[in-house]
């Protein structure tokens, strides 16, 4: 089974930006697809962005088109979410998590959840 351990997060202002990484280990890596969903205090958990194991299709989030992107190096077994043009909005919880496929993903079919990484954006 992968593990996943999720960093970058911290404080920004609003407009700025931030790229939050995600490491596996494990050998399953290549075959998982993999996402980024966030929990911020008094909400439900949000889905963010999903990429193929392959990384050749990507799914978002309508609040994170065109401002998110989440990529992945299977070489060296990361996934990354760039994010910009920050909002409050966006301020919560991170997590980095592992699926079968990205319908899995998006429909919360999760085999493996990192730590979180905390992002908070300030007006």
């Known amino acids: 089974q992968v593990q996943l351990v999720e960093s970058g997060g911290g404080l920004v202002q609003a407009g700025g930006s931030l790229r939050l990484s995600c490491a596996a280990s494990?050998?399953?890596?290549?075959?998982?697809?993999m996402g980024w969903f966030r929990q911020s205090p008094g909400k439900e958990r949000e889905f963010v962005a999903a990429?193929?194991?392959?990384?050749?299709?990507?799914v978002y989030a309508d609040s994170s088109k065109g401002r998110f992107t989440i990529s992945r190096d299977n070489a060296k077994k990361m996934v990354y979410l760039q994010m910009n043009s920050l909002k409050p909005g966006d301020t919560g919880d991170y997590y980095c998590?592992?699926?079968?496929?990205?319908?899995?993903?998006?429909?919360?079919?999760?085999?493996?959840w990192g730590q979180g990484t905390l992002v908070t954006v300030s007006a």
């Open positions: 990429i193929s194991p392959s990384g050749f299709t990507a």
């Open positions: 998590a592992a699926g079968a496929t990205i319908v899995k993903i998006r429909t919360g079919y999760l085999e493996v």
């Open positions: 494990g050998p399953t890596f290549g075959s998982n697809a």
